[in-house]
C-alpha cells in the first residue's frame, strides 16, 4: 500500500533562512508526488508536483522540490523564508492503476517563520 | 474566474441535526470530492464522484451521504449518525482520468455540532 511520511509536525525558520520540508513515500509504482500549501481558514492549493521527467521541480512561490528515488523521496524547500510562507503544507502521492484516482495525503507540516 | 465555492464558510448545528455542506464548480470538471480536515490528521477521502449520478465511498463514508446530480454541483449531508462531525469540510475536483491533474480545493466549511 502506499504511504507518505512527513518528517516533523511542526518547523520553525527565521525570515531569510532556508526552508526545509521533508517528505517520504512508499509506492509499488511510479508516484505522482504533489506539495500543498494551506492558508489558515482556507483550501489547498497546488506549490508544484512531479509526474515525470526532470527530477527537479520548480513551484510557485520559490519553492522547489527534488524527487530523488533512490530515497524515495520529495523534499520541498526554498532558499529564502518569507513571513508570507507561514502556513500548512502537505505532501501527496497519486494512486495509479484502474479508473479510480485517489491521492494519500501526509498529515502536513505547519510552518512557522519568525521575525 | 473559474472555481469551487463552499457554503455556508461557517456553520453551526445542533447534535441530532443532519446538515447539508454546498459544492459547486464552474470548472467543467467531472470528478468532484469531499474530504474532512481535523487537526494533525491531515486529509481523509469523505465521498468522490466521477460522473453524474455516480459516487464512491471514501475512507470515512460512515455517517454521510452525497448526491451528484448535475456536474457542476456535490453536496455533502452530514447526518446524525456521524458521531464526531465537528471538523473542517473541503471540496475540491479535478479532470477526469488525469492522473496527474492536481486538484482543485474550495475555501472550505467549518461545521461545528454542539
Known amino acids: 500500500a502506499q504511504s507518505v511520511t512527513q518528517l516533523g509536525s511542526h518547523v520553525s525558520v527565521s525570515e531569510g533562512a532556508l526552508v526545509l520540508l521533508r517528505c517520504n513515500y512508499s509506492?509499488?509504482?511510479?508516484?505522482?508526488l504533489f506539495w500543498y500549501v494551506q492558508y489558515p481558514n482556507q483550501g489547498l492549493q497546488l506549490l508544484l508536483k512531479?509526474?515525470?521527467?526532470a527530477t527537479l521541480v520548480k513551484g510557485i512561490n520559490g519553492f522547489e522540490a527534488e524527487f530523488k528515488k533512490s530515497e524515495t523521496s520529495f523534499h520541498l524547500t526554498k532558499p529564502s523564508a518569507h513571513m508570507s510562507d507561514a502556513a500548512e503544507y502537505f505532501c501527496?502521492?497519486?494512486?495509479?492503476?484502474?479508473?479510480?484516482?485517489?491521492?494519500?495525503w501526509g498529515l502536513g507540516t505547519s510552518l512557522a517563520v519568525n521575525p | 474566474d473559474g472555481g469551487i465555492t463552499q457554503s455556508p464558510k461557517y456553520l453551526f448545528r445542533k447534535e441530532g441535526q443532519n446538515v447539508t455542506l454546498s459544492c459547486e464548480q464552474n470548472?467543467?470538471?467531472?470528478?468532484m470530492y469531499w474530504y474532512r480536515q481535523d487537526p494533525g490528521q491531515g486529509l481523509r477521502l469523505i465521498y468522490y464522484?466521477?460522473?453524474?449520478?455516480?459516487?464512491q465511498k471514501g475512507d470515512i463514508a460512515e455517517g454521510y451521504s452525497v448526491s451528484r446530480e448535475k456536474k457542476e454541483s456535490f453536496p455533502l449531508t452530514v447526518t446524525s449518525a456521524q458521531k464526531n462531525p465537528t471538523a473542517f469540510y473541503l471540496c475540491?475536483?479535478?479532470?477526469?482520468?488525469?492522473?496527474?491533474?492536481?486538484?482543485?480545493f474550495g475555501n472550505g466549511t467549518r461545521l461545528t455540532v454542539t
Open positions: 475540491a475536483s479535478t479532470p477526469l482520468g488525469s492522473y496527474n491533474s492536481p486538484l482543485h
Open positions: 470548472l467543467n470538471h467531472d470528478a
Open positions: 464522484s466521477q460522473i453524474v449520478n455516480d459516487f
Open positions: 509506492s509499488s509504482v511510479p508516484p505522482y
Open positions: 512531479y509526474t515525470t521527467g
Open positions: 501527496a502521492v497519486s494512486s495509479t492503476g484502474g479508473n479510480n484516482r485517489k491521492l494519500i
